[in-house]
């Protein structure tokens, strides 16, 4: 049995479980994810935040003196991004004196990402790099199969419109959903569920790949913004109402097949303390 340090914290309702790791010798296995994030048996958690030195990273490339996000999904496998953990990470980040300013970066595996805080230390705006609009696919849920549009932001995603508010609200989003062909996302994908409401607005909800329906998705919240706005080319601003809360993104202007995206939301630490978590 080891007892490690760990902190609490949430954006948007998308919680996590915080480990600083100056030295790199507290690199959780799958299994101790897994048990970090148990709601019954654990602490808690939609994933799992490392902090690490970058020059500790093996496949990071980025500048080695950047704080490294080391995300992990509930389950134990690996994701490549997550908006709301950036914004809590880089919250953990300014609490412990580990950074200086309003305006900092950090290293993730979608690369290297810039955060800018409010002058209060609890809003925070993150450059979430290039979202892309892909194909469409079918999802496929409860037995029922949606048209789907696919959406890049660094991880997979897949957005389906509803039709109303009712039909989002009684959704069984802890079964997995289905998609077609195979092939599409042979990862795994996150899947958002959204009605479209006033013009620059958009209700969602989201299962994502590794954990089951959780209150945000922050990259998911990207890919639904620019799906909804797929047929403009300007740039635009969209509110994300997620059960835990309000995001803003900001797209920039069209280029090719992508654009630009910014990611404002709060972000909130609730507990800190030492845990006991098995060797294996």
Not at 32 to 52: E, F, K, N, P, S
Request: hydrophobic share 40%.
């Amino acid at each position: 049995m080891q007892t490690w340090s760990f902190a609490k914290g949430h954006g948007t309702g998308n919680d996590f479980v915080i480990l600083l790791d100056r030295h790199g010798m507290t690199d959780p296995s799958p299994a101790q994810v897994a048990m970090l994030c148990d709601r019954h048996t654990g602490i808690g958690g939609d994933g799992v935040l490392r902090v690490v030195p970058g020059h500790l990273v093996d496949d990071w490339t980025g500048d080695p003196d950047l704080w490294f996000m080391d995300y992990r999904n509930a389950d134990g496998s690996v994701a490549q991004m997550c908006g709301n953990g950036v914004r809590v990470f880089a919250r953990y980040l300014l609490e412990q004196g580990l950074v200086e300013g309003q305006t900092f970066t950090v290293g993730t595996r979608a690369g290297a990402r810039q955060v800018t805080t409010d002058v209060h230390g609890e809003q925070f705006t993150v450059a979430m790099g290039e979202v892309t609009v892909g194909e469409d696919v079918e999802i496929e849920h409860d037995g029922v199969r949606h048209r789907a549009t696919s959406a890049d932001v660094g991880n997979p995603h897949a957005v389906v419109v509803l039709d109303t508010l009712d039909t989002l609200q009684r959704l069984d989003l802890h079964r997995s959903p289905g998609w077609h062909p195979a092939e599409a996302f042979p990862a795994g994908v996150n899947v958002e569920f959204i009605v479209p409401g006033e013009p620059g607005r958009v209700a969602m909800r989201v299962h994502e790949r590794g954990v089951g329906e959780t209150q945000s998705c922050g990259t998911g919240t990207v890919a639904v913004a620019a799906v909804v706005g797929r047929d403009r080319s300007e740039a635009h601003t969209c509110q994300v109402v997620v059960p835990g809360g309000t995001v803003t993104v900001e797209l920039a202007e069209l280029h090719g097949t992508g654009r630009q995206a910014r990611l404002t939301g709060p972000a909130v630490l609730v507990a800190e303390g030492d845990v006991h978590v098995p060797t294996t």
